[in-house]
């Protein structure tokens, strides 16, 4: 799991690593090109680009616009790591595709909403409330992991791809959010703002904080990419890491939602 940072930090950062370290990336594949088989942690956001995704297949193309540097980041590193597979120089590499990474402890996603939900920010829906986004509980994705290690010594064939390993149950993003909230005592968000009212504030605001920019450098967390990813279908399937590697989620979404809930009590409001 990555640590706990902030957005424009952790965007920073990856900006950092993007401009300065895309030499270094070849460079280091070749250090593990020794250890024969390379498995990287990507993310399935690497096809997403604001708009709808639903039963996204690994063939959708890489993103023209990345939804932040992070991703624009990921994207660097699947495209050298699949080129650098290599059978016949006995080094395979493959990708893992995890998307909305979630479970016990996790110093992101619960304490981050939980605040939200304190300071008094979580009490809009973005849109009608509907739209279908995968999560996915650690365990699977480390049991993912795993097969794509056990298999890709037997099957070079799954060398050089990419695999989406999710927990295969789609859920509303707001009903996720507010399990989790409700899970620990905090109000679900119950009041709708339309999609593109969100959308068009937020980029009048990002045109906004673009102008004053040479006088006043702001940092605003209500952004168009936000509001897509709020209130945008993407769910992704996860047929390839079922046929290639015999993938099925090991903990569903209701216990694992249940585990990770139980593992915030600490968080829990006190009525």
Not at 101 to 127: C, H, S, T, W, Y
Not at 246 to 254: F, H, N, R, S
Request: net charge neutral; hydrophobic share 40%.
């Amino acid at each position: 799991m990555e640590p706990a940072v902030s957005e424009p930090m952790r965007d920073q950062v990856a900006r950092t690593h993007l401009t300065e370290d895309t030499p270094k990336v070849n460079a280091d594949i070749e250090k593990v090109n020794q250890n024969q088989k390379l498995i990287l942690t990507s993310s399935a956001s690497v096809i997403f680009e604001g708009v709808d995704i639903k039963n996204g297949t690994e063939d959708l193309p890489y993103a023209m616009k990345p939804i932040d540097y992070y991703t624009e980041t990921k994207i660097l590193q699947e495209r050298a790591v699949l080129g650098a597979n290599d059978p016949e120089k006995n080094f395979l590499t493959t990708a893992i595709r995890p998307h909305g990474i979630f479970g016990p402890r996790d110093p992101q996603l619960v304490p981050i909403l939980i605040e939200a939900a304190r300071n008094g920010k979580m009490k809009f829906v973005i849109g009608n409330g509907k739209n279908l986004v995968d999560f996915t509980f650690v365990e699977n994705v480390v049991h993912g992991h795993i097969l794509a290690a056990e298999q890709l010594s037997r099957d070079s064939t799954l060398g050089g791809k990419a695999f989406h390993i999710t927990n295969d149950e789609p859920i509303p993003f707001w009903t996720f959010l507010s399990r989790i909230l409700t899970g620990l005592n905090y109000e679900a968000p119950k009041y709708h703002i339309p999609y593109w009212v969100a959308y068009y504030l937020a980029l009048l605001l990002s045109l906004l904080v673009m102008v004053i920019s040479p006088v006043i450098q702001l940092q605003p967390t209500f952004t168009p990419m936000r509001v897509a990813l709020a209130g945008t279908f993407h769910y992704y399937s996860c047929e390839r890491a079922k046929k290639a590697m015999g993938y099925q989620p090991l903990v569903t979404m209701d216990d694992a939602m249940e585990r990770t809930v139980q593992s915030f009590r600490h968080l829990r409001r006190v009525k």
